[in-house]
Nanobody, 119 residues
């Protein structure tokens, strides 16, 4: 089993910054993709940013230029640096990990970290 532990959420004023961390532990065979999704009240969960094992990143248009995803492979940890935060960034942010073992794909989610941006 794989556990994802998130940290770094909180309350910040518009224009401020926060950094989220997600550490993976447990029976990790390989980490193929790791990143963040978010879900605002009354909305569907949406992609924020992901990074493949090879280092390719994918960002949602809404966060490009403001958010930066980085990864420490030695620590099985990803970081989401969020700058110039806006009230519309308010959501629960979920860490996501995809592990492929042979032809089987495993997907894991963290418990969520609340990010609240006040105007």
């Amino acid at each position: 089993q794989v556990q994802l532990v998130e940290s770094g959420g909180g309350l910040v004023q518009a224009g401020g910054s926060l950094r989220l961390s997600c550490a993976a532990s447990g029976s990790i065979f390989s980490i193929d993709t790791m990143g963040w999704y978010r879900q605002a009240p009354g909305k569907q969960r949406e992609l924020v940013a992901t990074m493949t094992k090879g280092g390719d990143t994918n960002y949602a248009d809404a966060v490009k230029g403001r958010f930066t995803l980085s990864r420490d492979n030695a620590k099985n940890t990803v970081y989401l640096q969020m700058n110039i935060l806006k009230p519309e960034d308010t959501a629960v942010y979920y860490c996501h990990l995809i592990s492929m073992v042979g032809v089987v794909t495993y997907k894991y989610w963290g418990q969520g970290a609340q990010v609240t941006v006040s105007s």
